[in-house]
Structures are given as structure tokens and as C-alpha cells.
């Protein structure tokens, strides 16, 4: 076949001698299978002919016979297991000839300068990649995972291609980006190269299945196999990459040059979309619908930030690659949803709770609710970390013809004062706050009270006066940012009342996620088809938890009281507006207060802003 004939030329050991090697181990690994066989049939020869006659030779013609069925059984049913499980196939948005024309009419126009094979179809990925993988196992059609022509036995792989290549790059980038990769089907219809990756693929397939119930006996003998083929594999793969990268020389390469810069600044501003703008949006339960578009935005201010960058933005002029989509908003959604599933975890389809968020809609659907929603969580540890954790009678009650003393509204006795009026744990909890407090400390009231539902407290007048509380107490009696300031200073440095707080945050957090994960539990898949499968931010540390919850709390305060609003930045994600421009310098002053327990710099940039601490903030 066309394609395959330059292989044995590039790279020394070529991709066919490796391939080669694979199959000789799984050639060895037959030959054990049946030598028990042989080795029973030649004793039962011997003594149908009279040569092995008298004691032991019965017995041991006995056990080598058993022996030898078992392992034939055993052999027999890791064999079926390798051929039918289905290999893994990577999650993609499928593209039809009639969503693409103009895009697989440039595939095939370079199939065709290149003497090799055209892919049978192409596919999607939000991913800065692209790659071409077999889609012909029998599993995958029993299974309807891939339907078309790229199932059929025989055909040429599916070009998969990273849906951001699409929006950044230009059509004759793309071209030349796509140039090695699709030369590379010419050594994948090689017999010997697909005969070895169908057998890697089977084991690799093997092991998973070995996770099942029952069947955990598959897997050591799958890796056993993995690990002797390895190596040669890997080579083989190299060598079919240096074959394709040498046969592609002829196509666009002194613009591949170029374009492999793009695909490096492609990859960079992916990474910072994703993780900066779309996470926030994600774990508030909203996806936005345009990465693919954002990305661009992301790059181009990438662009006119970076001195490294000058000059591309100028690239803009000329057509993009998607325009060679019929429709490039359905699929960019499409995609969009694809990357919420692979990197979050999200839902495979839009619902009430995961519904789509447009640019022009995320500063309020998404910023501000974040910033809130953090905030309330941020109050709701509080609660709990003031109020005692004992039964509500173990606390003496009151006498109500006395008036209560003021909360202290700074140093270490700040983390053990009430959030609300003085009295039993559990009762009233929030009842001097604003509803929307209210409704946010109800939870953490019940959730430290584990005895039976409180007794109903009498609404009649107190002989509390009516008049306005005092500053000191207005500070404790809603969600305001001075009862954080006053419990996180720490004139001596310990910051020890932080440490708790920020212990609390994240046992909230993880209890949250993880009652959000029993609920998504049931629809989850098994094994290679668990999501997320690109995990895009390591578990935060309680320090970064707390100090994120304050920023938002901060800027809480500055929307509410200090006419600020909610931004977005493409490539740091939410950001706080005051007056149509960014403030960037928050963050140091947030970290002084929660790390040193100074409350200085922080609060002489909300005197500076005219941002008033006392002040309750409204949360979700």
C-alpha cells in the first residue's frame, strides 16, 4: 500500500523491525500457553506406544494432561479477553463531511501530496493536540462508540484535531500543522505495525477489564506482557513518527517552522483559559459555551501584554481555519461542553444545575456569584468556629434583665464570639443579621447542634432597648468584612486563629464536593471512562482557601458599598473593576492579613477605595 514502503529507511531500528518485536512476544507468550500441550501429548504418544511403561509415568501422564487443559483454558480465555475488550477511544466531537467540506477537501489535498492514505474522518478534541487514532475494533461498533466508515475493518484512522488549532490559526498554518500528522497514516496501514498496536491496544484494554469482579486474574498477566513489549512499542512509535515528520518535508515546511510557534503560544493560552476563566465558571455550575472563541480573546491579549508576542496578533488579518466549519458556534459549544466533561467532570449534556454561560454574561453569572458564594461559606466557618460545640443545655441560660456585652471586635477572643445575639447553640442562629445572612448561617447553626430540634424561642419584646446597636456591635451582627478583620489580626504573629479557620474552609469545601460527587456518583463510568480524566488543579492548601474566600469578601464589599463591579480578565480569570479599570494590587494585602495577621495594608486600601468594613454585604 502507498505510504508504506520509506519506513525501513528512517531511523535505525526501523518501525517494522520493532514492530516485529512486539509480535515475537506475543508469539513466546502462545508458545508457553501451548507447551504444556505438547509436552502431554508427547507422554500420552509414549505410552500409547509402549515406551513410557510402569510407575511413575501414569501419574505424571495424569497431572501433565490437567495441567496442560487448564493452561489451554486459562490461555483460551485470556486470549478472548485481549481480542474483545474494547481499547480505550478519546472522548471527541465528531465532524460529518457536511459540518467540514472545505476542511476535509485541505485533508485529503494532503493525503494526496504525500502518496499516503486519507483518514477516514475527523473528530475534535479540546486539547492543544493532534493525533491519529484507529477506531476499527469490533468492541467499538458492538458498543456504538465509533459508527461510519472509520469502523469498517480496514480503514485508515480518524484525524483527531484540537479544536483550539482551529480558532488561533490561520488556514495555511493549520495546513502545515496537519502536513506529519497525516502522513502518518501511511506507516499505520503497514500489516505488521497495525497487527502490533491492535495486540499493545488488546493488553492494554486487558488490564482494565481486570478491574471487574471476577476477573482480576487478567490484569498480571497483561501488565506481565505490557512490560516486555514495552520499549519496543515506544520505538516503534518513534520510528513511524520520524517516517511521517520525513515524508511530510515537502509540504509548507518552512511555514511548519512558524506555525510550531503558534501551537506553543496556543498551548499557553489554552492552559490559562481553562484553568483561570472556565474552572470559576464550572464549579459554579456553568459552562461557557465559546472556549474556543475566548481563546482567541485570551491570545490576543497575551499578545499585547508579552513583548515575545509582538507581531503575532497581526496574523488576524488573514482567514482562520474555522472557517472552514459550516457551522463554528454549534461546534465551539460542542466542544466547550466536551472540555467542562474531560477536565471538571461535568455532565455529558446541559441541564438546570449545568446550564451555558455566555462572555458577555460571566462577570455577573459567574463573578459575582462566585465572590458571594465564597463569602457566605467564609461567615458560615465562622459561625461555627464561635459557637461552642456543646448541647444547648449545657450553656447557662442568660439573664435577660441584664444587657448583653459587646463582642470584642479584635484580638485572640475575637474567634469566640457570638455571630448573633447571645444565646443557646442552635437557637435564633443569625437572628440580628439581614435575611440573605440569615438564610446562609441557618445551616452551620443546625449542623453544631446534635441534639433533638431546639425548643421555639418566644418572639415577645425584650427588655433590650430599640435603639441602634452600638458600632462594635454592628460589626458581629451581619456579614461584614470588619468581623473577618477583627478575627484574622494577630498582633503577635501566631496567626493561629487563621490556621483554624482556614482548617475549617477546607473540611467545608471537601464535604461540599464530596456530597456533590455521591450525587453524580450513580452516572459516573468505570475505569478508563471515569471523568475528569485531566484533572486541571491540584488540591488547594487551607492558606490559599482562606485567602481566596477574603479576596472575595473583599470584593464583596467594594461592589456593595464602594460602587466596584465584577470583571473578567482572559487570562486571570475574575477580576474587580473600580471605576471601568482593574485592581490588581489586592492580593498582597489580602495575603499580609491572612499569613502575618496584619490588617494595616488592607485596610488602608479600603479607606483608599472608600470601602466601608461595618457594612453588611449581601450574599447568595
Request: glycine share 10%.
Amino acid at each position: 500500500m502507498s505510504g508504506t514502503g520509506s519506513i525501513a529507511e528512517v531511523g535505525a531500528p526501523s518501525a517494522r523491525s520493532r514492530a516485529l518485536a512486539v509480535l515475537q512476544v506475543r508469539s513466546r507468550a502462545l508458545a508457553a500457553v501451548l507447551l504444556p500441550a505438547a509436552v502431554a501429548v508427547v507422554l500420552v504418544s509414549a505410552r500409547m506406544t509402549g515406551r513410557l511403561a510402569g510407575d511413575p509415568w501414569p501419574a505424571v501422564t495424569l497431572v501433565v494432561c490437567a495441567v496442560a487443559a487448564l493452561v489451554l483454558l486459562a490461555g483460551g480465555a485470556f486470549a478472548a479477553v485481549v481480542l474483545r475488550a474494547g481499547p480505550a477511544v478519546t472522548p471527541t466531537v465528531p465532524l460529518s463531511e457536511a459540518a467540514a467540506p472545505d476542511l476535509y477537501r485541505l485533508v485529503r489535498d494532503l493525503a494526496d501530496r504525500m502518496d499516503v492514505p486519507a483518514p477516514s474522518a475527523i473528530a475534535l478534541t479540546p486539547d492543544c493536540d493532534s493525533w491519529l487514532e484507529d477506531r476499527t475494533h469490533p468492541a467499538h461498533r458492538r458498543s456504538a462508540i465509533s459508527a461510519g466508515p472509520e469502523s469498517e475493518p480496514g480503514a485508515a484512522p480518524v484525524l483527531v484535531i484540537g479544536s483550539p488549532f482551529l480558532w488561533w490559526m490561520r488556514v495555511a498554518e493549520l495546513r502545515a500543522v496537519l502536513a506529519p500528522v497525516v502522513a502518518g497514516t501511511g506507516p499505520s496501514a503497514h500489516p505488521d505495525i497495525a497487527d502490533a498496536r491492535g495486540f499493545v491496544r488488546g493488553l492494554d484494554a486487558a488490564v482494565d477489564v481486570g478491574g471487574r469482579r471476577g476477573l482480576g486474574w487478567i490484569a498480571p498477566p497483561a501488565r506481565l506482557l505490557l512490560r516486555l513489549c514495552r520499549t519496543d512499542a515506544a520505538e516503534m512509535e518513534r520510528g513511524v513518527a520520524a517516517a511521517a515528520s520525513d515524508r511530510a518535508q515537502g509540504v509548507d515546511y518552512g511555514l511548519r517552522i512558524v506555525a510550531q510557534e503558534q501551537v506553543g503560544l496556543a498551548y499557553a493560552g489554552w492552559d490559562r483559559l481553562l484553568t483561570r476563566v472556565a474552572l470559576p465558571a464550572w464549579r459554579m455550575g456553568r459552562w461557557p459555551a465559546h472556549l474556543d472563541a475566548g481563546v482567541v480573546s485570551a491570545l490576543t491579549e497575551l499578545s499585547r501584554r508579552d513583548r515575545l508576542a509582538d507581531g503575532f496578533t497581526s496574523r488576524l488579518g488573514e482567514r482562520p481555519a474555522c472557517d472552514l466549519l459550516e457551522q463554528p458556534g454549534a461546534i465551539d459549544e460542542a466542544t466547550s461542553l466536551l472540555a467542562a466533561r474531560l477536565f471538571h467532570g461535568g455532565p455529558a449534556e446541559a441541564g438546570p444545575d449545568w446550564s451555558p454561560v455566555d462572555w458577555t454574561a460571566y462577570p455577573e453569572e459567574v463573578v459575582d456569584r462566585k465572590w458571594r458564594t465564597e463569602a457566605a461559606r467564609l461567615h458560615t466557618a465562622l459561625d461555627a468556629l464561635s459557637v461552642p460545640a456543646g448541647p444547648p443545655t449545657a450553656t447557662p441560660a442568660p439573664d435577660s434583665t441584664r444587657p448583653a456585652e459587646p463582642p470584642p471586635t479584635h484580638g485572640p477572643n475575637a474567634s469566640r464570639a457570638p455571630a448573633g445575639p447571645t444565646g443557646p447553640v442552635g437557637v435564633a442562629a443569625g437572628a440580628g443579621a439581614p435575611p440573605a445572612y440569615a438564610s446562609a448561617s441557618a445551616p452551620a447553626g443546625s449542623a453544631q447542634s446534635p441534639a433533638a430540634p431546639a425548643p421555639s424561642v418566644p418572639t415577645a419584646p425584650s427588655t433590650a432597648p430599640s435603639t441602634a446597636p452600638s458600632p462594635a456591635g454592628d460589626a458581629f451582627d451581619g456579614p461584614t468584612l470588619e468581623r473577618v478583620l477583627g478575627h484574622l489580626t494577630d498582633p503577635g504573629g501566631d496567626c493561629l486563629a487563621a490556621e483554624a479557620l482556614a482548617g475549617r474552609l477546607s473540611g467545608d469545601l471537601a464535604r461540599e464536593e464530596h456530597a456533590a460527587g455521591s450525587r453524580e456518583g450513580s452516572g459516573k463510568a468505570r475505569g478508563a471512562d471515569t471523568v475528569p480524566l485531566f484533572p486541571l488543579q491540584p488540591p488547594r492548601s487551607g492558606r490559599d482557601l482562606l485567602a481566596d474566600h477574603v479576596t472575595a469578601l473583599v470584593c464583596c464589599a467594594a461592589v456593595d458599598s464602594a460602587g466596584a463591579g465584577p470583571g473578567l480578565d482572559w487570562l486571570d480569570g475574575p477580576v474587580l473593576l473600580v471605576g471601568g479599570e482593574r485592581r490588581s494590587d489586592l492580593a498582597p494585602r489580602v495575603l499580609s492579613l491572612v499569613e502575618d495577621g496584619d490588617p494595616g495594608p488592607l485596610r488602608d486600601w479600603l479607606a483608599e477605595l472608600g470601602v466601608r468594613p461595618d457594612k453588611p454585604v449581601r450574599l447568595v
